[in-house]
């Protein structure tokens, strides 16, 4: 269980990525399946030729952020549809992972990784990591939310919004979307170095059905706690994702095969995409966002007092 925990808070990193495209700009991106690949890549084998663990996870986030970039240019400069830019992307991707490690698999056996602090304290696989590992994410939710609330981060989400009403304005709508699709993949290709070297290795294959995972949590996550302010929105995410893992761990223990984990999150996805229109589903989101903010006010008064 508190596997599955962890593996969630690390994919909630990806997952914050991937509502920057779908909930901020309103953006299909499909790159999501490579760009983690390729972070998984570049931090394996810079990790393999001696480079530092946690530089080779800053390499993750650039590269990954590149292939945003080339996807922005493609629909806004080539004039490509959104959806088909993400896949272009995502197939030129995979021969660029591959040409990256030099095969289809990277082990990280006896190399120092980020999480190699961790398993000599002892500590990964216990509820310590996963406290370090939330905190990781609510830094990540931290710096999203302050980015949303500044102008450039405005002009972003009204882009997402109304993309005609904020060029009007002489916002370049352009600029502002390939600006998200880096942003957004950077956080995906850092999401995947974090992954292989939790894993010991990276494989080209790993990013399949990423986007898939991604889109689960942040429905999943938002639908339960609401969207209302953004930091409840992102903080959302991070629970979206682990509940998702949590899901697909309850459903291997169930008798499920690991060849099935593609089928439980098309099935979550669609889950979650119907439940919200059920009432009766609607009546316990509400209830729980409204003892989320009576609690609050009881703290308020209390600190007041």
């Not at 590992?133 to 109304?162: E, H, K, P, Q, Y």
């Not at 993949?185 to 995947?192: D, K, R, T």
Request: aromatic share 8%.
């Amino acid at each position: 269980m508190i596997t599955a925990v962890e593996l969630g808070l690390i994919y909630a990193i990806m997952a914050l990525g991937v509502y920057l495209t779908f909930r901020i700009l309103d953006f299909p991106d499909l790159t999501v399946d490579g760009s983690f690949t390729t972070g998984a890549a570049v931090a394996s084998i810079s990790i393999v030729n001696g480079v530092n663990p946690i530089l080779a996870t800053i390499f993750a986030f650039f590269i990954g952020a590149l292939a945003g970039v080339v996807t922005g240019l493609l629909h806004t400069k080539g004039k490509i549809d959104g959806l088909l830019a993400g896949i272009l992307t995502m197939i030129a991707l995979y021969s660029i992972n591959l040409r990256i490690m030099g095969k289809a698999n990277t082990p990280l056996l006896g190399e120092s990784t980020v999480m190699t602090p961790l398993r000599e304290a002892k500590l990964l696989g216990t509820w310590g990591s996963v406290g370090l590992m939330f905190l990781g994410c609510l830094v990540a939710v931290a710096l999203i939310v302050w980015f949303l609330r500044t102008d450039v981060g405005l002009a972003m989400r009204a882009t997402g919004d109304n993309e005609e009403m904020i060029r009007s304005f002489g916002v370049s709508t352009d600029n502002q979307k390939i600006l998200g699709l880096a942003i957004s993949n950077g956080f995906v290709g850092f999401a995947g170095a974090l992954i292989a070297q939790y894993q010991g290795f990276a494989d080209i294959g790993m990013g399949i059905g990423v986007i898939l995972i991604g889109l689960a949590s942040v429905i999943v996550g938002q639908a339960i706690f609401g969207q209302k302010f953004i930091w409840v929105a992102a903080v959302a995410v991070i629970f979206g994702s682990v509940i998702y893992r949590l899901v697909i761990q309850l459903a291997l223990n169930a008798g499920l095969e690991v060849n099935d984990m593609k089928l439980i999150s098309a099935v979550l996805v669609v889950v979650a995409l119907i439940l919200p229109q059920w009432k009766g589903f609607a009546k316990f989101g509400n209830r729980i966002r409204i003892n989320g903010k009576s609690a609050s006010k009881e703290e308020a008064v209390k600190t007041n007092a």
